[in-house]
């Protein structure tokens, strides 16, 4: 049987490897605007989908393995770590597609603290 800390190292092994895939996809459409005036959107493309969706599928392997770790159930675990990622990488899409909307139309705005 595979030890629950091997569980959360290859989530994490997962997350790592499919956000930088995400992240090169982003950078390769911001970089194509740039040079080429090639619009970022749409974001949903078959590479960007499935490398965001497979970070959230490593993200929730991850926590399932901590949980365990600290001794949940394996199926309390697996819902409680959809849950979580599913709750926090739905509305980060939403927040990357806004960030694109900002680069297409020219209107970035620099992020201060505290200031909304």
């Known amino acids: 049987m595979i030890d629950t800390k091997m569980i959360a190292w290859i989530g994490g092994g997962l997350l790592a490897f499919f956000l930088f895939v995400f992240v090169y996809v982003i950078q390769v459409r911001i970089?194509?605007?740039n040079d080429e005036s090639i619009s970022p959107l749409?974001?949903?493309?078959?590479?960007?989908?499935s490398s965001y969706?497979?970070?959230?599928?490593?993200?929730?392997?991850?926590?399932?393995?901590?949980?365990?770790?600290?001794?949940?159930?394996?199926?309390?675990?697996?819902?409680?770590?959809?849950v979580l990622s599913f709750s926090t990488?739905?509305?980060?899409?939403?927040?990357?597609?806004?960030?694109?909307?900002?680069?297409?139309?020219?209107d970035l705005k620099e992020i201060v603290p505290g200031k909304f």
Do not use: H
């Not at 749409?42 to 989908?49: G, H, R, T, V, Y």
């Not at 990488?89 to 020219?106: A, C, N, T």
């Open 53 to 82: 969706i497979s970070a959230l599928i490593g993200l929730t392997i991850m926590f399932t393995g901590v949980l365990e770790t600290f001794t949940f159930s394996p199926i309390n675990s697996l819902i409680s770590s959809l």
């Open 31 to 33: 970089k194509k605007w």
């Open 89 to 106: 990488g739905i509305p980060m899409w939403g927040v990357v597609k806004g960030l694109l909307r900002e680069v297409e139309s020219g």
């Open 42 to 49: 749409p974001l949903e493309s078959f590479l960007s989908i």
